[in-house]
C-alpha cells in the first residue's frame, strides 16, 4: 500500500452504533488530519496531529473521538451519531505542519451513512 | 475571519476549450494560496499553490493559476481541458505564518468537461 489509506470505504450506522474509522499514511509523515466534507459545504477541519499529539480540536462534538496511537496511524471513533453527520470523512498526512516542506496528502474518505 | 469564495459551483466546458476557475478570498494581510482537485471516488490532490515570488504558478496536468493582490483573487487556469480533468476544484487559503493545520476551504467548483 502506497499514501493514505482509509478503512471502511463506506459505513452505514444507526445512532445508537459505535464504530471506528481507520488512517494509515505510509509516506512517512508526522502530522495527520481529520476532515469533514458535507455536500454544498466547504471542507471542514476536525482534528491535527503533530508527533500523535493533538494541536487543534475545531469545536467538534464530544462524539467523535479521536486516537493516534503512532506517527502512521489515525481513528476517529464514532458514538451515537445524528443523521446531520452523514458525510464523507476525509484523513490527510503531511510532512509536518510546515506549508514551506509540502502540502497535504489525502485519502480516499470514508462515506458515513447515519440512519 | 478568513473566507474563500468560489464563484461558480458548477462549470460545463466542451473538451480543448480553455477554462477558467474562479477563487476570491477575503483578507487584510498576507496569504498562501492553494488549489486542490479532487477526482471522483478519491481524495483531494494539490494542483499548484503560492507562497511567495512569481504571481504566476504552474502546477500539474497544465494548471496554473495567477495571484492577484489588489483583486484578492487566485484564478485557475487551463489553455485546452481533457475529458479527464472533470472533477472538482478546490480554492483554500491561509495566513502567512499559518500552518497546515490553518487551511480555508472554498466550496468547490464542479468542473465537467464534454465531448
Known amino acids: 500500500e502506497t499514501g493514505v489509506t482509509q478503512t471502511p470505504r463506506h459505513l452505514v450506522m444507526g445512532m445508537t452504533n459505535k464504530k471506528s474509522l481507520k488512517c494509515e499514511q505510509h509516506?512517512?509523515?508526522?502530522?495527520m488530519y481529520w476532515y469533514k466534507q458535507s455536500a454544498k459545504k466547504p471542507l471542514e477541519l476536525m482534528f491535527v496531529?503533530?508527533?500523535?499529539?493533538?494541536?487543534e480540536n475545531n469545536s467538534v462534538p464530544s462524539r467523535f473521538s479521536p486516537e493516534c496511537p503512532n506517527s502512521s496511524h489515525l481513528f476517529l471513533h464514532l458514538h451515537t451519531l445524528q443523521p446531520e453527520d452523514s458525510a464523507l470523512y476525509l484523513c490527510?498526512?503531511?510532512?509536518?505542519?510546515?506549508?514551506?516542506?509540502?502540502?497535504?496528502?489525502f485519502g480516499p474518505g470514508t462515506r458515513l451513512t447515519v440512519l | 475571519a478568513q473566507s474563500v469564495t468560489q464563484l461558480d459551483s458548477q462549470v460545463p466546458v466542451f473538451e480543448e476549450a480553455p477554462v477558467e476557475l474562479r477563487c476570491n478570498y477575503s483578507?487584510?494581510?498576507?496569504?498562501?494560496l492553494f488549489w486542490y482537485v479532487q477526482y471522483p471516488n478519491q481524495g483531494l490532490q494539490l494542483l499548484l499553490k503560492?507562497?511567495?515570488?512569481?504571481?504566476l504558478v504552474k502546477g500539474i496536468n497544465g494548471f496554473e493559476a495567477e495571484f492577484n493582490k489588489s483583486q484578492t483573487s487566485f484564478h485557475l487556469r487551463k489553455p485546452s481541458v481533457h475529458i479527464s480533468d472533470t472533477a472538482e476544484y478546490f480554492c483554500?487559503?491561509?495566513?502567512?505564518?499559518?500552518?497546515?493545520?490553518?487551511?480555508?476551504f472554498g466550496k468547490g467548483t464542479k468542473l465537467s468537461v464534454k465531448p
Open positions: 483578507s487584510s494581510v498576507s496569504v498562501y
Open positions: 483554500a487559503v491561509t495566513y502567512y505564518g499559518g500552518s497546515q493545520g490553518n487551511l480555508i
Open positions: 490527510a498526512s503531511s510532512q509536518d505542519l510546515s506549508l514551506a516542506s509540502g502540502s497535504q496528502f
Open positions: 496531529y503533530s508527533l500523535e499529539e493533538r494541536v
Open positions: 509516506l512517512g509523515h508526522n502530522a
Open positions: 503560492y507562497l511567495s515570488g512569481s504571481t
